[in-house]
Nanobody, 111 residues
Framework: QVQLVESGGGLVQPGGSLRLSCAASGIIFSIFTMGWYRQAPGKQRELVAAITHGGSTNYADSVKGRFTISRDNAKNTVYLQMNSLKPEDTAVYYC?????WGKGTRVTVSS
């Protein structure tokens, strides 16, 4: 079956960095547009970044210049490098592939 497994979340101080990973199985990874979404407490889930099978990317305005999405088709993995983290980046981060979702990894930015 399809599995998307996120990892790399945790507690980080403002200004710090984290790298999230999402390992996919059960899909032909290379043909999917992969996305990272996040959901903060009391808020709707929002798109953070996406990368097409061809490597084109798009970002939410709030993370442009700070976050970078990338993919390794040989490893069936998509990454989200998050730099200059802010408290407002605190959320559960989810990986998506089409209609498939992972269970999320929590990111907390706090001093």
């Amino acid at each position: 079956q399809v599995q998307l497994v996120e990892s790399g979340g945790g507690l980080v101080q403002p200004g710090g960095s984290l790298r999230l990973s999402c390992a996919a199985s059960g899909i032909i990874f290379s043909i999917f547009t992969m996305g990272w979404y996040r959901q903060a407490p009391g808020k709707q889930r929002e798109l953070v970044a996406a990368i097409t099978h061809g490597g084109s990317t798009n970002y939410a305005d709030s993370v442009k210049g700070r976050f970078t999405i990338s993919r390794d088709n040989a490893k069936n993995t998509v990454y989200l490098q998050m730099n200059s983290l802010k408290p407002e980046d605190t959320a559960v981060y989810y990986c998506s592939a089409g209609n498939y979702w992972g269970k999320g990894t929590r990111v907390t930015v706090s001093s």
